[in-house]
């Protein structure tokens, strides 16, 4: 090696230290910063717990293409194996072994198990997705969801009761956001709505994101969903934040959705309840 040489890869080497510290520093702290990651675990392949009946369809679904993923990648796997170990050059034989073009059953074979595998998931996937966005009308807690640049407007209907708006504005922290209160085993119905830019409503435990796009009329189905929120055991105060790039504050776009027991809803609705509808 040339001195030349040497010195310019020492003088790379001294400027990558400093690079990867700095990195390095900076992923730290990223990490320390992220205080509104939930939590997630191998158990639930890295999805966060949910908090919805709505959150186990997806769970399920995510489970079920996981493990025909990696089913199908262990058997292309062992096939690539084996070929590469069977069907090698054999040592000191100059031909190739013999060349297999246009065989019928195995071309069958090659159309119809990845056609069989599509199928497979576009049905569980179908089937989801419809019983995800089917809106009943009939619950009990209705939540008008209004997103602007950026951040939210909640206001919520229940027992003929209608809250005052909570309405927030850009933070860093999701806990300063506006937040938005829900019962316990409770059926809660949501209107999206927005006046300026696509949106999109997101909280991770729910395992759902909707996007909320302007001029869509009220009343409209395409603007609502439901969820059915699970038991006291998910009690607690959960991120929600906007996963629509929509202009320059779309990451401080972020609020909270409290999770309450009946009784501390019912409370919340009487002292928050603006107007009787
Ligand atoms: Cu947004």
């Known amino acids: 090696m040339s001195p030349t040489r040497r010195t ?9 230290v400093p690079r990867a510290a700095a990195l390095a520093l900076l992923l730290a702290t990223a990490t320390a910063c992220a205080n509104d990651v939930p939590k997630f675990d191998w158990s639930n392949g890295l999805l966060p717990e949910g908090v919805t009946e709505q959150a186990k369809v997806v769970q399920h679904l995510w489970n ?3 493990i025909a ?9 062992v096939l690539i194996v084996w070929a590469a170990i069977f069907h090698r050059k054999r040592k000191g034989k100059a031909e190739l072994p013999p060349q297999v073009r246009y065989n019928l059953p195995i071309e069958i074979l090659y159309t119809v198990v990845p056609l069989v595998m599509v199928s497979v998931f576009f049905f569980f996937t179908a089937r989801d997705s419809k019983a995800l966005t089917e809106v009943a009308g009939d619950a009990p807690v209705k939540v008008k969801v209004e997103a602007y640049q950026w951040s939210w407007r909640f206001t919520t209907t229940y027992n ?3 809250t ?10 999701y806990h300063q956001g506006p937040q938005l209160v829900l019962p316990t085993n409770t059926k809660v119905e949501f209107d999206l709505s927005t006046d300026d830019v696509i949106h999109s409503f997101w909280v991770p435990e729910f395992l759902f994101k909707r996007d909320i796009i302007p001029g869509i009329p009220e009343g409209n189905p395409g603007r609502k969903f439901e969820i059915k929120t ?3 055991d998910r009690v607690g105060v959960y991120a929600g934040r906007c996963a629509e790039l929509c202009g320059v504050d779309h990451s401080r776009m972020l609020f909270s959705v409290k999770l309450v027991k009946q009784a501390e809803f019912d409370q919340y609705i009487a002292t928050q309840a603006g107007s009787a509808q």
């Open 69 to 77: 993923a990696l089913a199908t990648g262990a058997v292309v796997i």
């Open 230 to 232: 699970l038991g006291d």
């Open 64 to 66: 079920g293409a996981w």
């Open 160 to 162: 003929g009761k209608t």
């Open 8 to 16: 310019t890869r020492r003088s790379l080497a001294r400027r990558r």
């Open 164 to 173: 005052q708006p909570v309405s927030g504005m850009p933070v860093h922290d």
